[in-house]
C-alpha cells in the first residue's frame, strides 16, 4: 500500500485509513481485531474512530487491537457530539474538549492521539476557544496533529486565519462526506482545502454501499442495507441517493468495472485517489471480506480515460457564482 503525506505537515498515512465506526456494532470486536490485523498486514498505517462510535465501545475496542503495535499506527479520534446527557458533555469548548480527551486516551489505551479531529463545527463555543484549548492539547503531547470534519469552506478559512493570527497550531486535514456521487464539497470545501494545506479523508467514499454494485434502478434497497437506516434530511438518504443522476453515475462504474476486472468497490474508491487533495478514503466494513475487497483498491491505477470518463458522469451543474467566474476567465 502506498503512502502519502497528510495535508502540508510532515505525516506519511497509507493511501487507505481504516473507519471503525462498525466496531461493536455491525462487527463484534472478534472480527473488528480480525479486520485491524489483516489491515496491518496489508501496509496500512492510518486508523481513524470517534468517541461517539457506539458511545466509546469502538475506541475501547480499537485500543485493545492495538496492543503492543501502537507506536506503528497513525491514530485519530474525533471530539464533538454528546457523550452524556450534562450540559457540557458535547460541543467544543474548553471543558468538554479536556474531558473528552482524556476518556479517549483511556479508552485507546494510549498516551498520545496521532490525529485529534472535532468532529464538527460548533456555533455555540468561540472558534478561539476551540483551538487555543486545542493547542494545549499539542503543547502537552497528548495530541501530535488537529483535524477537522464536516466544515464547510468559510469554516476551515476561518479556522485557519485563526490560527495564522494567533500562533496556535494550524490544521492539518478534513474530513468530508466525498464519493463519486456526493461531491458537493468540490464547489468551496476541497478548493479551501486546497488553499490551506488540509489533506482530504473522504468519508462515505461508496455512498453507504451505493457504489458496491448491489442496487439497481426501479428495485428497492435490499433488506438490511446501510442506506436503509439514514436520516430523510441526510445526502446518504434513499431519495436522495436514488436519483437519475446517480443512476448514470453507476451505470458508467460498471462500464470501467468491466473494463478493469476490479470490483465496483475498488474502482470507485481508486477514483477518489485521483482527486485533488485526497490523502486516504476511509474504509468502514461490517466484515472482514468487505475489507479485503476495499483493500484492492491498492497496487493498481485507472487509465486516464477511465477516470475522465467517471468524473465527467457526476460532475456538478455550474451555478453562481462558480458559472460567472469562469465565463469571466474566458474573456
Known sequence: MDHRRLGSS???????????????????????T???????????NFIDTADVYGAGVAEAITGRALRGRRDDVVLATKVRFPMGDGSNDAG???????????????????????????????????????????????????????????????????????????????????????SMIER??????????????????????????FLTGKYRRDEPP??????????EDLEEHWSKRATERNWHVLEELEVVVAGTGRSHSQVALRWLLNQPGVAAPIIGARTLEQLQDNLGATGWELAGEQVRRLTEAGRLEPIYPYSFIAAAQRD
Open 10 to 32: 510532515g505525516l506519511m498515512v497509507s493511501e487507505l485509513c481504516l473507519g471503525t465506526m462498525t466496531f461493536g456494532r455491525e462487527a463484534d470486536e472478534a472480527t473488528s
Open 34 to 44: 480480525a479486520m485491524v490485523s489483516a489491515y496491518l498486514g496489508a501496509g496500512g
Open 92 to 178: 467544543l469548548s474548553r471543558k468538554h474538549i479536556l474531558h473528552a480527551c482524556e476518556a479517549s486516551l483511556r479508552r485507546l489505551g494510549t498516551d498520545y492521539i496521532d490525529l485529534y479531529q472535532v468532529h464538527c463545527w460548533d456555533r455555540a463555543t468561540p472558534l478561539d476557544e476551540t483551538m487555543r484549548t486545542l493547542a494545549d492539547l499539542v503543547r502537552s503531547g497528548k495530541v501530535r496533529y488537529l483535524g477537522l470534519s464536516n466544515f464547510t469552506g468559510w469554516q476551515i478559512a476561518a479556522a485557519q486565519a485563526v490560527a495564522g493570527t494567533h500562533g496556535l497550531e494550524p490544521f492539518v486535514s478534513l474530513q468530508p462526506q466525498y
Open 184 to 209: 458537493h464539497v468540490e464547489y468551496e470545501v476541497v478548493p479551501a482545502c486546497l488553499a490551506s494545506g488540509l489533506g482530504i479523508l473522504p468519508w462515505g467514499p461508496l455512498g453507504q454501499g
Open 222 to 231: 435490499p433488506p438490511g442495507a446501510r442506506i436503509t437506516g439514514a436520516d
